[in-house]
C-alpha cells in the first residue's frame, strides 16, 4: 500500500513541530540551570564600593557649605572637641555654625554663633550612668499640653532664673526665681504713679526674702509678715500687720529690738490708739483718741516740768495726759 503525497506532507510537519517543541524545552532547562550561576556571576562583577575622605562637604545652588561631615584637624573648627574627634556642623546662609553634632552631644547657635542650647553627655561616666549625668542647656525650657498650650517655662529674664506656670488660656499664675516665690490672682493692677507706673497681675500670695504677703482677688493687702533680715532696715524685725478692704494697716504685731514686742490697734486712717507692749521699762498699755488725749498704764518714763527730772513709773500706775502732752492727772 503506497503512502500518499498528502500524507507524508503531513507527517513532515508534524515532526517538525516535534523538533521545534524539544529544542525550546532544552532551551529552558538549560536556563533554569545557568540562572543562579548567573547571579553568582553578576554578584561577584559589582561588589559593594565604599567611598572614604578626610572631609565631606556639601554646597547649594550658590556654592555656599551648608553641611561639613569632618574632623577639626582637617575642618579647622573645634568646640571642645580633640582634633580627631568626628563630628557634623551645619551652618546658615551667613556661613556661620548653627547645629554641630558630636560623639558628646548637639548644639545649637543663632545666626552671630551665640549659643542658643545644648545636649551635653558626661564622657567621664560610662554607658550605663551617662543618663544620670547628662547636660541640657538653653536660655529657656518650656512645657506644653499635647495641644500646645504653653503651662510652665525655665527662663532668665533680666539676669536671673525665673520660673513660671500657666493656667490653661497661658496667663501667669505663679512665679518662682530667687527673689521669691508669687501666686497670681485675676486681673490687673496698676503699681506707681503717672509715667512711672506700670501694670502687672494681681499677687494673691508672695514669699520673699523679707517677708510673706497675702492679698484679695483684687491684689490689695491682707496680710503680711515682713520685716525679714532686711539689711537696709536691720533695726526692723519680724512683723505682722492685717488690713481692711482699703489696705489700711489695723493690727499690727511687731517684735523690734529697739523698742521691744508690742501690739498695735489702729483706726481707719492707719494711726495707732491702742497699744500694748514691753518695753526695758516695763509693761505698759497706750490708748488716745482722735482729739489727743492719751492715758497710759504701766511702766513708762515721765518727766517732771519744774526741774526736767525723769522717773520710771511702775506697772501699776496711770497716767493722764492732755492734747499739749501735759500730765492731766497721775496715780499713784
Not at 127 to 136: E, K, L, M, P
Not at 225 to 241: E, K, R, Y
Not at 295 to 321: N, W, Y
Request: proline letters at 5%.
Amino acid at each position: 500500500m503506497q503512502n500518499s503525497p498528502l500524507n507524508l506532507q503531513s507527517l513532515c510537519v508534524r515532526v517538525e513541530k516535534l523538533e521545534r517543541q524539544n529544542r525550546l524545552l532544552k532551551r529552558a532547562i538549560l536556563a533554569i540551570f545557568l540562572l543562579p550561576a548567573a547571579i553568582v556571576v553578576m554578584g561577584q562583577a559589582h561588589p559593594a564600593r565604599t567611598i572614604e575622605a578626610e572631609q565631606f562637604i556639601l554646597r547649594d545652588a550658590q556654592g555656599r557649605q551648608k553641611l561639613t561631615i569632618g574632623t577639626p584637624r582637617v575642618s579647622g573648627v573645634a568646640v571642645d572637641l580633640t582634633p580627631d574627634e568626628p563630628a557634623l556642623w551645619i551652618a546658615g546662609n551667613n556661613g556661620v555654625d548653627r547645629a554641630i553634632l558630636t560623639s558628646g552631644g548637639l548644639r545649637f547657635s543663632d545666626d552671630k554663633g551665640r549659643a542658643l542650647g545644648s545636649y551635653l553627655a558626661n564622657r567621664n561616666q560610662s554607658a550605663a550612668h551617662a543618663s544620670a549625668s547628662d547636660t541640657i542647656e538653653g536660655r529657656s525650657f518650656v512645657l506644653r499640653e499635647p495641644n500646645g498650650v504653653k503651662r510652665a517655662e525655665l527662663a532668665v529674664v533680666n539676669a536671673n532664673p525665673i520660673f513660671r506656670f500657666f493656667d490653661s488660656n497661658e496667663k501667669v499664675k505663679a512665679v518662682l526665681s530667687a527673689n521669691g516665690y508669687t501666686i497670681f490672682g485675676t486681673g490687673m493692677r496698676t503699681f506707681g504713679k503717672g509715667k512711672e507706673s506700670i501694670q502687672a497681675p494681681n499677687h494673691s500670695m508672695s514669699l520673699g526674702p523679707y517677708g510673706l504677703d497675702f492679698s484679695d482677688e483684687h491684689g490689695k493687702a491682707v496680710i503680711t509678715l515682713g520685716g525679714v533680715g532686711n539689711p537696709t532696715a536691720p533695726s526692723i524685725l519680724p512683723s505682722l500687720q492685717l488690713f481692711d478692704s482699703d489696705e489700711k494697716s489695723r493690727l499690727e504685731l511687731s517684735g523690734r529690738s529697739d523698742f521691744g514686742p508690742s501690739i498695735y490697734l489702729n483706726d481707719d486712717a492707719g494711726k495707732a490708739r491702742v497699744s500694748l507692749g514691753l518695753t526695758s521699762l516695763g509693761p505698759y498699755v497706750i490708748v488716745n483718741d482722735s482729739e489727743g488725749f492719751t492715758a497710759e498704764l504701766g511702766s513708762t518714763s515721765l518727766v517732771t516740768p519744774r526741774t526736767g527730772e525723769q522717773h520710771k513709773s511702775s506697772a501699776a500706775s496711770l497716767v493722764l495726759f492732755g492734747k499739749d502732752g501735759k500730765v492731766l492727772w497721775s496715780a499713784p
